[in-house]
């Protein structure tokens, strides 16, 4: 039963998926398992075409080494080889989510530097009470300047009255 396709939409597990991917990514290039394997060779990750089509059919599993190779043969990203195989296949996709998924990373460590950064002015300003509301004016207009460019370079400039 191992070798049932695996419904349509179902993540597959990660071995799976670059089992799945290799296939996918050696035919869409038209190469035979001999080719991949010169490849792999040339790499300096030690293949032979039998070992190429037991992966593809799961009769032998991929170690790290090899996905590397594997990924730098068919010039991909190892995160997208080992990806669902339904949107790796389409490789825009898959840079797309990256993005996304880099970009949430980014607002969370921005979001966690701020907070930080926030925590420490009001730590100092409450050392410091008679700075506090002058402290507090500079930031809040700072803030409100940056959202306004951000605004502006987004939306583009307000409409004049």
Same mark, same amino acid.
Request: hydrophobic share 35%; proline share 0%.
């Given at each position: 039963m191992a070798d049932a396709e695996p419904e349509s939409g179902v993540l597959l597990g990660g071995e799976e998926n670059v089992a799945v991917r290799i296939k996918v990514e050696r035919? @869409?290039? #038209?190469?035979?398992? #001999?080719?991949v394997s010169e490849r792999m060779n040339e790499a300096g990750f030690e293949m032979n075409p039998s070992g190429v089509w037991r992966i593809e059919n799961r009769k032998r599993r991929i170690n790290l080494d090899e996905a590397i190779g594997f990924a730098e043969v068919f010039g991909i990203d190892l995160r997208n080889l080992v990806g669902p195989p339904q949107l790796a296949a389409k490789a825009r996709a898959m840079e797309l989510i990256d993005e996304v998924v880099d970009a949430f990373r980014a607002t969370? +460590? @921005?979001? +966690? @530097?701020l907070t930080e950064a926030r925590d420490a002015l009001d730590s100092y300003l409450t050392e410091h009470p008679d700075i506090r509301e002058e402290a507090e004016v500079m930031v809040t207009n700072a803030i409100a300047e940056a959202a306004e460019k951000n605004l502006a370079t987004t939306y583009g400039p307000p409409p004049s009255e």
């Open positions: 035919e @869409a290039r #038209g190469w035979s398992t #001999g080719v969370q +460590r @921005a979001n +966690r @530097a």
